[in-house]
């Protein structure tokens, strides 16, 4: 199985404060498609999860711009420019591109 | 507005069976593959099946090979998960989601609970 290690485990930021998840995969997630299947999304507490990024960078259209997403075959990055009250929560990166799916342990960020 | 909406859950003892609904509204059901993913009680999340959009066909994790079977009915827009044999580290909270790789829409999920 494709295992997906995040770091930090977890994250306390001010509001305004720049924030950045890293993701690691123990094999490339690039596909034969020649798409990467690497997904983030957030669950804020007491909610099920919610979309936010989907093939590495691409938002979802409700998604603020202040969220991005980079990297490339075994290592991704999530990042946020300026956190925000609604950003609480646990952010997970999760791989579609091998069976099983598999998702990372979580990143919790809470707020100062 | 895309909705899936879980129901069927429950507290069911080790060894008995349970089977788990998704109502999907909002989009054309069956031009999506759909899953299941599961969250055991303060721990991550976890992919436990996956059917493709007209459901010929089907993956599972190996943990749940041969006790669950995921199913879909494309004319009344619903998802299933017939969980057979059931132990109690399937107890979890199950979300039905949209996508076979995307998982773009997740429902509010349906708490499981195996125990004597």
């Known amino acids: 199985d494709v295992v997906m290690t995040q770091t930090p485990v977890s994250l306390s930021l001010a509001i305004g404060q720049p924030a950045s998840i890293s993701c690691k995969s123990s094999?490339?997630?690039?596909?034969?498609?020649?798409?990467?299947?690497l997904n983030w999304i957030l669950q804020r507490p007491g909610q099920s999860p919610k979309r936010l990024i989907y093939?590495?960078?691409k938002l979802y259209s409700e998604v603020p711009d202040r969220f991005s997403g980079s990297g490339s075959e075994t290592e991704f990055t999530l990042k946020i420019s300026r956190v925000e009250a609604e950003d609480l929560g646990v952010y997970y990166c999760?791989?579609?591109?091998?069976?099983?799916?598999?998702f990372g342990a979580g990143t919790k960020l809470e707020l100062k | 507005e895309v909705q899936l909406v879980e129901s069927g859950g429950g507290l069911v003892q080790p060894g008995r069976s349970m089977k788990l609904s998704c109502a999907a509204s909002?989009?054309?059901?069956?031009?999506?593959?759909m899953a299941w993913v599961r969250q055991a009680p303060t721990k991550g999340l976890e992919w436990v099946a996956t059917?493709?959009?007209?459901?010929?066909?089907?993956y599972y994790r190996d943990s749940v090979k041969g006790r669950f079977t995921i199913s879909r009915d494309n004319a009344k827009s619903t998802l299933y998960l017939q969980m057979n044999s059931l132990r109690s580290e399937d107890t979890a909270t199950y979300y039905c989601?949209?996508?076979?790789?995307?998982?773009?829409?997740w429902g509010q999920g349906v708490m499981v609970t195996v125990s004597s």
């Open positions: 989601t949209r996508g076979s790789i995307t998982r773009d829409y």
């Open positions: 909002g989009f054309t059901f069956s031009n999506y593959g």
């Open positions: 059917i493709s959009y007209d459901g010929s066909s089907t």
């Open positions: 094999q490339s997630l690039l596909g034969t498609s020649g798409k990467t299947f």
């Open positions: 093939q590495v960078s």
């Open positions: 999760w791989q579609g591109t091998h069976f099983p799916h598999t």
